[in-house]
């Protein structure tokens, strides 16, 4: 069973400042983990995702995010926050056995850019 | 190309009644997901299909809801006798096969209300 905690349900930053979105995860089989965005009244869309091939991932939009299996993390980061990054992110996680098509998601976290 | 398309956008119903919602994914895409979405709850996973192969109806939530996928394409969400619980933002997503890794594509969500 996996599960996904994002800590924060609303982060508020300047713009221009670092963002940073918090993602820890729980998983009985090696993980694969995505982060997705939601513009208001809009569906989900994908911002990246991690596979194992390498421990830092980059999305668009200028975020990335890295893998630290010690720590369960997949933080959510940009260096300088646009206005046009406000929205809902969403953590998710799926394992890597047989029929592990389902997402788990966390709870979101809505970014805010303060100009 | 066209993405996921969801219809109606907006459903006001009341208590009692019954509703479907539609879902139109990617062509081509073999995986069809549905997913609730309630005021700071995140995503709540309801039912897939993936292909020919009897759909996961794990998460469907009461023997109310019940959803349809004709000719591996166009599915029906159905749900009887609403309740208010049943207020969310219903979002339909569809995936290129069923690997675990596939990013899904979402629509942009029908919003129910039940009155």
């Known amino acids: 069973a996996q599960s996904v905690t994002q800590l924060g349900s609303h982060v508020s930053v300047s713009e221009g400042a670092l963002v940073l979105l918090r993602c820890n995860y729980s998983?009985?089989?090696?993980?694969?983990l995505f982060w997705y965005v939601q513009y208001p009244n809009q569906g989900l869309q994908l911002l990246l995702k991690?596979?194992?091939?390498?421990?830092l991932v980059k999305g668009i939009n200028g975020f990335e995010a890295e893998f630290k299996k010690s720590e369960t993390s997949f933080h959510l980061t940009k260096p300088s926050a646009h206005m046009s990054d406000a929205a809902e992110y969403f953590c998710?996680?799926?394992?890597?056995?047989?029929?592990?098509?389902?997402?788990?998601f966390g709870k979101g976290t809505k970014l805010s850019v303060i100009p | 190309g066209a993405g996921v398309s969801q219809s109606p956008s907006n459903k006001v119903t009341e208590k009692g009644k019954d509703v479907e919602l539609r879902c139109d994914p990617i062509?081509?895409?073999?995986?069809l997901y549905w997913y609730r979405q309630s005021l700071g709850q995140g995503l709540e996973f309801l039912i897939y299909?993936?292909?020919?192969?009897?759909?996961?109806k794990s998460g469907l939530p009461s023997d109310r809801f019940s959803a349809e996928r004709t000719g591996g394409s166009v599915s029906t969400l159905t749900i009887q006798r609403t309740q208010q619980e049943d207020s969310a933002v219903y979002l339909c997503?569809?995936?290129?096969?069923?690997?675990?890794?596939?990013?899904?594509?979402f629509g942009n969500g029908t919003r129910l209300t039940v009155t």
């Open positions: 997503a569809s995936s290129s096969d069923s690997r675990y890794n596939s990013p899904l594509h």
């Open positions: 998983s009985s089989v090696p993980p694969y």
């Open positions: 991690y596979t194992s091939a390498a421990t």
């Open positions: 062509s081509g895409h073999t995986a």
């Open positions: 299909f993936q292909g020919n192969s009897a759909p996961d």
């Open positions: 998710a996680v799926t394992g890597s056995g047989a029929g592990s098509y389902q997402l788990t």
